[in-house]
């Protein structure tokens, strides 16, 4: 069964990542949804393509918006390293990663999944760096957007303020979204209400065309897939069709980098 959400990406390559990830510094980005968030902006006047003079006047109220995001010290006095908040974001972003938090790498780098994690991200859905952090075409989106601190012997769950605050205002800022990946069981409990997250990923197939359910993919991830080997087999390559559904481009720059090779070769 189909589920509805829309998806939005921002602009980045290894040249510009510090401008595409939000630190204090940086850009954010982000877009995720089903139920509560896809029937609200589906229902919002933002959901169907606007005229060009309306979308500089998107793109000026984005930039005010991430300003203030930037600002943000809601909860700075809960926080072990302070506020930092780390995203990635565009106007025209067509894929969202909605995920849990930063970790202690990222919190310092400024840059979403700039650590092992975000490498076996990459992975699961066949893109390059450059690929990931193309903002205007991938939305990074954090339930919570700072370091949230440590609980027993894993990070703390993402801090509840950010959600409220700021999570539909930005995602009412990415009306093409057409994917959102739901990464761990924080970012899939929000959005999907309690669950089971392997039953959600085993059943990735009745949340297409529009969310994909994934574990976070962290180095537990490994001892979680070894348990379950149908999702290297089975779930990632929907993952990557997913994705070049969504981004209809990369299927193109995969032929022609194949096309080139059997030229050289």
């Given at each position: 069964?189909?589920?509805?959400?829309s998806?939005?990406l921002?602009r980045?390559?290894n040249?510009t990542?510090r401008?595409?990830?939000v630190?204090?510094?940086a850009r954010?980005?982000?877009?995720?949804?089903?139920?509560?968030?896809?029937e609200e902006?589906?229902?919002?006047?933002?959901s169907?393509?606007?005229?060009?003079?309306?979308?500089a006047?998107?793109?000026?109220?984005l930039?005010h918006?991430?300003?203030e995001?930037?600002?943000?010290?809601?909860c700075?006095?809960?926080l072990?390293?302070g506020?930092?908040?780390?995203?990635?974001?565009?106007a025209?972003?067509r894929?969202?990663?909605?995920s849990?938090?930063?970790?202690?790498?990222?919190h310092?780098?400024?840059?979403p999944?700039?650590d092992?994690?975000?490498?076996?991200l990459?992975?699961?859905?066949?893109?390059?760096?450059d690929?990931?952090?193309?903002a205007a075409h991938?939305a990074i989106?954090?339930?919570?957007l700072?370091?949230?601190?440590?609980?027993?012997?894993?990070d703390?769950?993402p801090?509840?303020?950010?959600a409220?605050?700021?999570r539909?205002?930005?995602?009412?800022?990415?009306?093409?979204l057409?994917?959102?990946l739901?990464?761990g069981?924080?970012?899939?409990n929000?959005v999907l209400?309690p669950g089971?997250?392997?039953?959600?990923?085993r059943d990735?197939a009745?949340y297409?065309?529009?969310l994909?359910?994934l574990p976070?993919p962290?180095?537990r991830?490994?001892?979680?897939?070894?348990k379950?080997?149908?999702f290297?087999e089975?779930?990632?390559?929907?993952l990557?069709?997913?994705?070049r559904?969504?981004w209809?481009?990369l299927e193109?720059?995969?032929?022609?980098?194949?096309a080139a090779t059997?030229?050289?070769?």
């Amino acid at each position: 069964m189909a589920r509805r959400a829309s998806c939005a990406l921002s602009r980045g390559t290894n040249h510009t990542r510090r401008t595409a990830a939000v630190g204090k510094n940086a850009r954010p980005c982000e877009r995720g949804a089903r139920h509560r968030y896809s029937e609200e902006i589906l229902s919002g006047s933002d959901s169907h393509p606007q005229p060009a003079p309306r979308r500089a006047g998107r793109v000026n109220d984005l930039e005010h918006l991430l300003a203030e995001v930037r600002a943000c010290t809601a909860c700075g006095d809960l926080l072990p390293l302070g506020p930092r908040p780390v995203l990635q974001m565009s106007a025209t972003a067509r894929i969202l990663i909605a995920s849990q938090a930063p970790g202690t790498k990222v919190h310092a780098s400024g840059v979403p999944f700039s650590d092992p994690s975000g490498d076996r991200l990459r992975d699961w859905m066949g893109i390059s760096e450059d690929q990931f952090y193309d903002a205007a075409h991938i939305a990074i989106l954090p339930l919570g957007l700072c370091y949230p601190g440590r609980a027993g012997q894993g990070d703390a769950p993402p801090r509840p303020e950010c959600a409220r605050l700021w999570r539909e205002r930005l995602l009412a800022a990415m009306p093409g979204l057409r994917l959102t990946l739901l990464v761990g069981s924080h970012a899939q409990n929000h959005v999907l209400g309690p669950g089971h997250l392997t039953e959600r990923v085993r059943d990735f197939a009745s949340y297409l065309p529009t969310l994909f359910p994934l574990p976070h993919p962290s180095w537990r991830v490994t001892i979680w897939a070894r348990k379950h080997p149908w999702f290297e087999e089975e779930v990632l390559p929907h993952l990557r069709a997913a994705i070049r559904q969504a981004w209809p481009e990369l299927e193109k720059i995969a032929r022609h980098r194949g096309a080139a090779t059997d030229v050289r070769g």
